[in-house]
């Protein structure tokens, strides 16, 4: 996804942060629809490049019962009182953006939305390591049936 994603900004760097797994020297499983996780990851690193000034960093972890994606920047980050409101279908947090600059404001929607399916959680918060924004997907290794 790094290769993939890395050509819409040159002046960006994205990379593969912390990658960490409970089961050393085992395959890495998670249970999850591979296309709608990929979507959910893909439109976090397209809305993290768009405001980061330098970096994009993504990083899992899967321990034995849970998954987790983080995907931080060093952009401006997401003021406290907007965390909860970004992920409202056609939420923007800065009004010079505009459809033509890109975005119609339905991508972290989208991203709840699909990581909801997966019976998980889509948060924000700061950056720890490069002082934007960091935001996360947890979601059980193991799904239950419906």
């Given at each position: 996804?790094?290769?993939?994603?890395?050509?819409?900004?040159?002046?960006?760097?994205?990379?593969?942060?912390?990658?960490?797994?409970?089961?050393?020297?085992?395959?890495?499983?998670?249970?999850?629809?591979?296309?709608?996780?990929?979507?959910?990851?893909?439109?976090?690193?397209?809305?993290?490049?768009?405001?980061?000034?330098?970096?994009?960093?993504?990083?899992?972890?899967l321990e034995a019962q849970q998954c987790r994606?983080?995907?931080?920047?060093?952009?401006?980050?997401?003021?406290?009182?907007?965390?909860?409101?970004?992920?409202?279908?056609?939420?923007?947090?800065?009004?010079?953006?505009?459809?033509?600059?890109?975005?119609?404001?339905?991508?972290?929607?989208?991203?709840?939305?699909?990581?909801?399916?997966?019976?998980?959680?889509?948060?924000?918060?700061?950056?720890?390591?490069?002082?934007?924004?960091?935001?996360?997907?947890?979601?059980?290794?193991?799904?239950?049936?419906?």
């Amino acid at each position: 996804m790094i290769a993939e994603l890395a050509p819409l900004r040159a002046d960006v760097r994205v990379s593969r942060g912390e990658c960490l797994t409970s089961e050393e020297g085992e395959a890495a499983w998670v249970e999850a629809e591979p296309r709608y996780l990929h979507r959910a990851v893909q439109n976090l690193v397209s809305n993290a490049m768009r405001h980061a000034e330098n970096e994009v960093r993504i990083s899992y972890r899967l321990e034995a019962q849970q998954c987790r994606i983080d995907v931080d920047d060093d952009g401006p980050g997401v003021p406290e009182e907007a965390w909860e409101q970004i992920f409202t279908p056609f939420m923007r947090i800065d009004d010079s953006r505009t459809r033509a600059s890109g975005g119609h404001g339905l991508g972290l929607s989208i991203v709840r939305r699909i990581i909801h399916w997966h019976e998980g959680r889509a948060l924000i918060g700061h950056s720890g390591s490069l002082g934007g924004a960091c935001f996360s997907l947890s979601w059980p290794r193991t799904q239950v049936p419906r």
